[in-house]
């Protein structure tokens, strides 16, 4: 099947790592070329050698993605170097465990500015150049825990407000060629290796990720995560990517105000 990528531009926030980096690596699969968008520029600059070594064309753009002014002078650069975007994924997100009455305001407001503000600012700063062009794919990355999940209050109400915009936004500009859909990974997913991932990455030794499982003994994760799952598997990074491809293809061409993958009931705990 033809998914009509070749040639286009994306950008993929957070392209760096776990599920970011395997979206970046899987649109320059489809001949796409790739802006990585992401703080963490180690990483960013190891996944831009990917791509380039395997034939792809990529750019890597230091940024922090809560910062209006940032965001602007991004997309700006990205689209000198290719003269075009077609396409944005925003996969920037952080998702600490926690009940809600023992988090924090400064908690919430990194929570809140990387899941939604973020989502916010690369939407708007691309907006003007899709509508010009009168065509363009917007993809944000949703969760589970949109539709209420213990110890996942504050990063559901992110979620959940992207889902509605996203909704809403899709009415809005389609009269331009423009889609807006949300690909919900419907479990928790995790990197499969530790190159995957920079040291600021949640997934990191010392970061939320590994701390939501202390007290849980390594040979019943795995378990616990099939459960998790109706088809009783692990989903892996790659697999949320072809789901992003997919919905940013052609065959996809007339599906928008999406929301891809949202079961209910997930629950770890």
């Known amino acids: 099947m033809d998914l009509g990528l070749w040639g286009k531009t994306v950008i993929v926030t957070g392209g760096s790592s776990n599920i970011g980096r395997s979206i970046a ?22 996944v831009r050698n990917e791509i380039e070594v395997g034939g792809g ?19 700006k650069k990205a689209i000198d170097h290719f003269g075009k975007i077609d396409i944005l994924v925003n996969n920037v997100g952080w ?12 908690r919430w407001d990194k929570v809140v500015k990387l899941n939604l503000w973020s989502m916010l600012y690369c939407t708007r700063a691309i907006l003007d150049h899709m509508i010009e062009r009168t065509q363009g794919d917007i993809i ?45 990974p419907p479990v928790p997913v995790e990197p499969v290796a530790a190159d995957h991932i920079g040291e600021g990455s949640m997934h ?5 990720g590994p701390r939501s499982w202390q007290g849980v003994p ?6 616990i995560k099939k459960r998790a ?6 989903m892996t990074p790659d697999d949320v990517a072809a789901m992003v491809v997919l919905m940013a293809s052609a065959p ?6 999406q929301s891809i993958g949202t079961p209910g009931g997930i629950e770890f705990a």
């Open 95 to 106: 998702s600490p465990f926690g009940f809600f009455n023992d988090s924090t305001p400064e």
């Open 57 to 75: 064309k990529v750019l890597f753009l230091k940024t922090d993605v809560t910062d209006w002014e940032q965001v602007q002078g991004m997309v």
């Open 204 to 208: 990191a030794p010392a970061g939320e």
């Open 252 to 257: 996809t061409r007339l599906f928008t105000a």
């Open 140 to 184: 944000n990355i949703g969760s589970p825990s949109a539709r209420g999940m213990k110890t996942q209050a504050l990063y559901g109400a992110c979620k959940a407000a992207v889902e509605s915009f996203s909704f809403a936004l899709a009415r809005e500009v389609g009269q331009w060629g423009i889609r807006v859909n949300v690909v919900h």
């Open 218 to 223: 390594e040979d019943h994760r795995a378990s």
């Open 25 to 46: 690596l899987a649109f320059s699969n489809e001949h796409c070329n790739v802006v990585i968008a992401d703080i963490d520029e180690l990483q960013g600059e190891k």
């Open 229 to 234: 799952h109706p088809m009783r598997q692990i």
